[in-house]
């Protein structure tokens, strides 16, 4: 059974305090993902990688980034974490390229940046 | 500029009818059209897709409709059950590997 699992369910940070938000899938899959989600805005792409040491930037990169050592691993950091950033925060892994193929999403980080 | 809409943020159907959720693209190079639905507390998972050479897609209760001269898609779920009650997110690309999602409708469906 696909698993994707994020380290942490809820979490509340201090603005200025970098952050970190772990996603381990065990698909052997190429590609991961990290969206947010807020109200109003569904989910917009903040990161991908295609593979090990590789990261693409998606829609909103700013005020992120992220790490892929391994690859069944994918990190986001916030390096100075910011109100604005209080979000959900979904993975995603996904086999190949293309839209065709199904994202498995882990069950989301809620980040609160007080 | 949010190049895919779900311009009804809610929904509420009475349970055995009909739910239609809406989904309007505007960029005419995608060509491959999925849905997820979302249970609070959960990531989303994978419903149903179609692919741009197609106009309708079956599975079970859901079927997913495609026209594309409207640029529009949209979800049947017949009959509508409570455990359907959910966000649904439709999402495009473009043969990359991004997907590019909807803002989302919520259902909700009632006895």
């Known amino acids: 059974d696909v698993k994707v699992t994020q380290s942490s369910r809820y979490l509340v940070k201090r603005t200025g305090e970098k952050v970190f938000l772990e996603c381990v899938q065990d698909?052997?899959?190429?590609?991961m993902f990290w969206y947010r989600q807020d109200p109003g805005l569904g989910l917009r792409l903040i990161y991908f990688s295609y593979d090990v040491k590789m990261k693409e930037k998606g829609d909103i990169p700013e005020g992120y980034s992220v790490s892929r050592e391994k690859k069944e691993r994918f990190s986001l950091i916030l390096e100075s974490a910011s109100t604005n950033q209080t979000s959900m925060y979904l993975c995603?892994?996904?086999?190949?390229?293309?839209?065709?193929?199904?994202?498995?999403f882990g069950p989301g980080t809620r980040l609160t940046v007080l | 500029d949010q190049q895919v809409k779900q311009n009804s943020p809610s929904l509420s159907v009475q349970e055995g009818r009909i739910s239609i959720l809406n989904c309007d693209y505007t960029?005419?190079?995608?060509?491959?059209f999925l849905w997820y639905k979302k249970y609070p507390a959960e990531g989303p998972t994978f419903l149903i897709s179609?692919?741009?050479?197609?106009d309708k897609n079956e599975d079970g209760r859901f079927t997913v409709f495609l026209n594309k001269s409207a640029k529009h898609l949209s979800l049947h779920i017949v009959p509508s059950q409570p455990g359907d009650s959910a966000v649904y997110f439709c999402?495009?690309?473009?043969?990359?590997?991004?997907?590019?999602f909807g803002t989302g409708t919520r259902l909700q469906v009632f006895p």
């Open positions: 698909m052997d899959h190429e590609n």
């Open positions: 995603a892994s996904r086999q190949g390229g293309g839209g065709a193929d199904t994202q498995y």
């Open positions: 999402a495009a690309s473009e043969g990359t590997d991004k997907l590019i």
């Open positions: 179609i692919s741009s050479i197609k």
């Open positions: 960029n005419s190079m995608f060509d491959y």
